[in-house]
């Protein structure tokens, strides 16, 4: 029998701890840059949104146009009626035929393993009762790439490890350790992601342009003007 030292256990939770610690920085690091980024596309939209709709406007008229004297083809009505029939028949959707009998045994299993009346704390029945309601979700989109993905999640899981002796304490703090090395590496993606996103770059650019004494957005929407001004131009000309 394998024996547990109690130096090991003591620093497998100080990386627990430490793990946590840098989980809540990252977690919190990334929703503050998030609002930060939708806050500044809602500025965006108030302040170029109608532009932009407006320059929208008038080059679907200059389409319509241009459709009207032969220059440009027109769309097939065949086409947007096959699109809205795929839309209206759920093609693309989840497939709702009648479970599977491997489905309905996955399903099984999965709600015996992790259902959240054999949790033995608050935290782990939260957890099993997230699972759960994916496990649900999954079972009802007939989804069973999902409920596998979910299974074996649930079996690395720290909770899936059953028993009160040391080496079964022991594997469910290698397995948290693990989780939360994966959630820190989630997080970090997550904020390379949001870095690297559209908008991120827009707003960095209107940082630097601030910096440097002028507006983006001003620039922006005068830049957006000229353009409905020779769009509009040239539908007149096509009238």
Request: charged content about 35%; aromatic content about 4%; glycine content about 4%.
């Amino acid at each position: 029998m394998l024996t547990v030292r109690p130096s090991e256990t003591a620093e497998l939770r100080d990386q627990i701890a430490k793990l946590e610690g840098e989980f809540s920085e990252k977690r919190a690091a990334a929703e503050s840059l998030q609002i930060e980024l939708q806050r500044f596309q809602a500025r965006y939209l108030r302040e170029l949104g109608r532009e932009y709709a407006d320059l929208a406007a008038v080059q679907g008229a200059i389409e319509e146009a241009e459709v009207r004297l032969g220059v440009r083809p027109a769309v097939d009505p065949a086409d947007e009626s096959d699109e809205a029939a795929g839309s209206e028949t759920g093609e693309g959707c989840s497939n709702q035929a009648e479970p599977s009998v491997d489905l309905k045994r996955m399903f099984r299993d999965i709600a015996k393993a992790i259902h959240p009346d054999r949790a033995h704390n608050t935290a782990a029945r939260d957890r099993r009762h997230s699972l759960m309601a994916e496990a649900n979700r999954a079972y009802a989109d007939r989804d069973e790439d999902r409920l596998r993905l979910i299974l074996r999640v649930w079996e690395r899981s720290p909770e899936s490890v059953p028993g009160d002796d040391p080496e079964a304490a022991r594997i469910r703090l290698e397995r948290r350790v693990a989780e939360l090395r994966e959630q820190v590496l989630a997080l970090d993606l997550e904020l390379v992601d949001l870095a690297r996103s559209a908008i991120a770059k827009l707003k960095q650019r209107a940082d630097e342009a601030a910096a440097d004494g002028w507006d983006l957005f001003a620039e922006m929407r005068r830049q957006v003007r000229r353009e409905i001004m020779t769009a509009k131009f040239r539908l007149t000309g096509l009238q």
